[in-house]
């Protein structure tokens, strides 16, 4: 039902004296530069970092490696030499053979390999394929986690395969002798063996194996630490920058008794240099961008909190006008059930039903606005019984008009402004509840939360890297401090014994 011209200009006077009492107010008016500045964070989002935040049934793209500081820390000296991550797409259209051995036939133009072992040939037969050289840019070595991913066809009739990719170094001469062949200059950083049982993959035949990273996680291969190398070899296969290049040999074997035979198509390989500075805030254990991390976060805690904020609001505001209003013995019992549930301790609660119930982002705000409603509801109470006994009530009663009328028309919009004081007020406590709750590894895990940062960075020995936890440490704080000096400043508009004269 639309409002009538009067109203309309009554409710436009107060929301200009509101905001103008609002305004004059310095604290609540900082509070509320806080909370839009972290709104406009959570909106703009996905312009203010080109990634997404991983979820549990989403692993993304590692960017650096574990814990990388954050990029800007390379105007200090002691982190100068810190690299950021090197991605290398060799041109597979350049692949050239250095040597090959067995009956092995190729097309380098269709980058097919063909091979055929009988019981008469050798029963082992190889190939190395040179895939171009590459620029390392840096005069420091990075954090030696390298990974390799491949896109590979392999359709084979009892022949095994083994691949390696080796890393050569054309600028310097890397002397440690158990991984490095002094010879050829070159170095051995993984290799894969694929079983010899028969595959069926999605959109391919049966004894045909696909290689894809994108599919799989065991498809990706991550080479963090080479057999019997340093705990960080980095310094001497990157010991400066200079010109490197990147080869893969592929060693096939009879696993049978009779002839056997293979085709292998390499259809695409990428090299990722994981470097050890990145972003605005460094990464997490996983390699994954903080920042990201952290600006999606926002969302989520306004979210839980002004959600939650809202149920509470709505649950107090019912249930203490109706206790307020009926009186007699509704009242006295409705007021025990609050004396009861105010009287249990709610952080155990939330950690038992957290526990018994699949964490979710929405069932904690239900959870938080259950437990959140029994304080603001016995305040409700006490205005209503005051509001009833005065005289715009009595003339309303007298005119006939009904309880619910009563109820909607008159009580609950005087009732409001306290309201409304204690659902900002009301925020920062369920911010914290959720944080708290994810922290102790009893949230939702699979979104992107503040407290999901802090619940990694304690796991995942993260402590030490203060780039990590403070910032959505500091974010908290700061988005529960703008509510809080909003809300004071609406109490101390709305409330008549907190208002102040200008």
Known sequence: MALSKHKREVYRRKIE???????????GFFGLIIVIGIVIIAITAPLLTPYTPRTLLE????????????????????FSDY?????????LNGITIINQSGPIETNLDKLNINLTLTESSSREASITLDLGKFNYPYSSPPSFQIRVN???FYNRTGTGLKTYFIIKNYTTYPTWEYFINPNEVEIKIGTFYPPPQKYMTSNKTENELELNSVHASSQIF????????????????????GIYGIQVKFEFFNTTTKGTNAQLYLREVH????????GILGTNFLGGDVWTELVYGARISLIVGILAALAATTLGITYGVISGYLGGFVDEFLMRIVDVLLCIPILPILLVLMRYFKPNV???????????????????????????????IESAKASGASDSYLIVRHLIPNVLPIAMSAMVLAVPGAIITEASLTFLGFGDLNTPTWGRILYYAYQQHGLEKWWVWVPPGLAICLLCLGFVFMGHAIDEIVNPRLRRRR
Not at 59 to 78: G, H
Not at 83 to 91: F, G, L, M, S, Y
Request: contains cysteine; proline residues 7%; positive net charge.
């Open 59 to 78: 692993q993304k793209e590692r960017l650096a490696t574990t814990y990388a500081v954050p990029a800007w820390f390379t105007i200090f000296p002691q």
């Open 362 to 392: 929405y069932y904690i705000v239900v959870l938080i606005a259950i437990f959140g409603w029994q304080g603001l509801s016995r305040v409700i109470r006490s205005r209503v019984l005051s509001l009833k006994e005065m005289a715009f």
């Open 17 to 27: 004296s509101f905001w103008l009492d609002f305004s004059h107010n310095k604290i």
């Open 83 to 91: 690299c950021p991550t090197v991605k290398i797409t060799p041109d």
């Open 222 to 241: 991550n080479f963090s630490r080479i057999e019997a190398a340093p705990a960080d070899p980095a310094s001497l296969i990157f010991p400066e920058k």
């Open 150 to 152: 491949y896109t590979l």
């Open 271 to 278: 090299l990722d240099i994981w470097g050890n500075a990145h």
